[in-house]
C-alpha cells in the first residue's frame, strides 16, 4: 500500500499542466508548458519574454538635466577655444606673415565649423526610430513579419532585433551603440557617422590647436618650449579609436557586450569602413580584404 501511494505522489509531482496564452505580435493563441517563461511564435515569429518587467524610472529626470549640463558646458568649450584662439593667435599669425595668417584662417574656419556641424548633427538629431511595423492582428501579421522581434514594455511597441530601448531618451533607438552625455543624446543607425565625424575633427582641432600654441608661443615667449594642451585630446583620440575599431569589425559597442555575439559571424573588414563613411562601391576594389570569420551556429 505504501509504494503505491509512493508511486502515485512521484507520478503526480512529474504532471505539467499546459496553459493557453495569446502571442503580442499576431494575436493567436499559443499552448506553452507550465514551466515556460518565454516563448517564440511559431506563425509571426515574435519572442515573448514573461519575466522581463519595466524598470524603475525614478532617475530618467536627474539623467535629462545631467545631458543637457553636458552639452551646455561642451558648447561652450568649444566656442572658447574657437574665439579665445583667434583671439590669441592670430595677431602673433598676421605679424609674422600675411600668407601664414590667411592659411591659419581658412584652417581654422574649416575645423570650426566641421566641429559645431557635427556635433549639432550629432546632439540634436534622431539617433535612429526602428521602423514601424504591422502587430497585434492575425489576419494583416504575416508569417514571419515579427521574427525575433520583441516586444518593449516602456514604448508598448514591437522592438526590432537590432534596436534597443534607452531609458535616458526614453524611446527604442535602432543599431543604438551608446549613450553619450557629452551630446545629451544615443549613438544610433541616423548619427552615427555625424558622432564619429565629430570625434575626428576634434581630435584634428585639439592636435592644430596644440601646435599653433606652441608655434604662437615660440614667438611670445621663446623659452617657451612645450605646452601640456596636447593632452586635451588623448581622451577623445581613444574614443575615435574604440569607435573605428568596433566600426572595422562590423559591431555596435552593445552588440560587443552582447553575449550572442560569439554565435554570430564577425566580418572584420576594410570595407566596412567604406560603406559606413559612404563611399562609393567602386573604392573598395582598391582596399586590403582581411576576413576573420567565425562558424555560426544554426538554431
Keep these: 500500500m505504501?509504494?503505491?501511494?509512493?508511486?502515485?505522489?512521484?507520478?503526480?509531482?512529474?504532471?505539467?499542466?499546459?496553459y493557453e496564452t495569446i502571442c503580442w505580435g499576431c494575436g493567436l493563441r499559443?499552448?506553452?508548458?507550465?514551466?515556460?517563461?518565454?516563448?517564440?511564435?511559431?506563425?509571426?515569429?515574435?519572442?515573448?519574454?514573461?519575466?522581463?518587467?519595466?524598470?524603475?524610472?525614478?532617475?530618467?529626470r536627474w539623467r535629462v538635466v545631467r545631458d543637457r549640463c553636458f552639452?551646455?558646458?561642451?558648447?561652450?568649450?568649444?566656442?572658447?577655444?574657437?574665439?579665445?584662439?583667434?583671439?590669441?593667435?592670430?595677431?602673433?599669425?598676421f605679424s609674422i606673415s600675411i600668407l601664414c595668417g590667411v592659411f591659419h584662417s581658412i584652417v581654422t574656419a574649416a575645423l570650426s565649423i566641421a566641429t559645431v556641424?557635427?556635433?549639432?548633427?550629432?546632439?540634436?538629431?534622431?539617433?535612429?526610430?526602428?521602423?514601424?511595423?504591422v502587430w497585434g492582428s492575425y489576419p494583416a501579421v504575416g508569417k514571419g513579419d515579427l521574427e525575433n522581434y520583441t516586444f518593449c514594455h516602456y514604448c508598448s511597441k514591437p522592438k526590432s532585433p537590432r534596436a534597443h530601448h534607452c531609458r535616458s531618451c526614453r524611446k527604442c533607438i535602432l543599431d543604438m551603440d551608446h549613450h553619450c552625455p557629452f551630446i545629451g543624446n544615443c549613438v544610433g543607425a541616423a548619427n552615427h557617422r555625424s558622432f564619429v565625424g565629430f570625434l575626428i575633427s576634434a581630435v584634428?582641432?585639439?592636435?592644430?590647436?596644440?601646435?599653433?600654441?606652441?608655434?604662437?608661443?615660440?614667438?611670445?615667449?621663446?623659452p617657451l618650449k612645450y605646452s601640456l594642451r596636447h593632452?586635451?585630446?588623448?581622451?577623445?583620440?581613444?574614443?575615435?579609436?574604440?569607435?573605428?575599431?568596433?566600426?572595422?569589425?562590423?559591431?555596435?559597442?552593445?552588440?560587443?557586450?552582447?553575449?550572442?555575439?560569439?554565435?554570430?559571424?564577425?566580418?572584420k573588414d576594410c570595407q566596412n569602413l567604406v560603406r559606413f563613411f559612404g563611399v562609393q562601391y567602386s573604392v573598395t576594389r582598391f582596399l586590403p580584404n582581411f576576413r576573420v570569420t567565425r562558424k555560426r551556429h544554426t538554431k
Design 2 to 18: 505504501d509504494s503505491s501511494s509512493s508511486t502515485q505522489e512521484q507520478y503526480v509531482t512529474e504532471v505539467t499542466e499546459n
Design 231 to 267: 593632452i586635451d585630446g588623448i581622451g577623445l583620440a581613444v574614443l575615435l579609436w574604440q569607435q573605428l575599431s568596433y566600426i572595422y569589425e562590423g559591431k555596435t559597442y552593445l552588440s560587443h557586450l552582447s553575449p550572442q555575439a560569439d554565435n554570430e559571424e564577425e566580418k
Design 204 to 222: 584634428l582641432s585639439t592636435i592644430y590647436v596644440s601646435i599653433m600654441s606652441v608655434y604662437a608661443g615660440s614667438h611670445l615667449w621663446p
Design 30 to 60: 499559443v499552448l506553452l508548458p507550465s514551466c515556460a517563461s518565454a516563448f517564440k511564435c511559431g506563425w509571426c515569429g515574435a519572442i515573448t519574454d514573461q519575466n522581463k518587467k519595466k524598470r524603475d524610472q525614478r532617475c530618467i
Design 71 to 93: 552639452v551646455s558646458v561642451v558648447l561652450v568649450f568649444i566656442f572658447f577655444v574657437i574665439f579665445g584662439g583667434v583671439w590669441a593667435v592670430y595677431p602673433v599669425v
Design 117 to 133: 556641424s557635427f556635433f549639432s548633427f550629432s546632439a540634436f538629431r534622431c539617433a535612429g526610430a526602428p521602423p514601424n511595423v
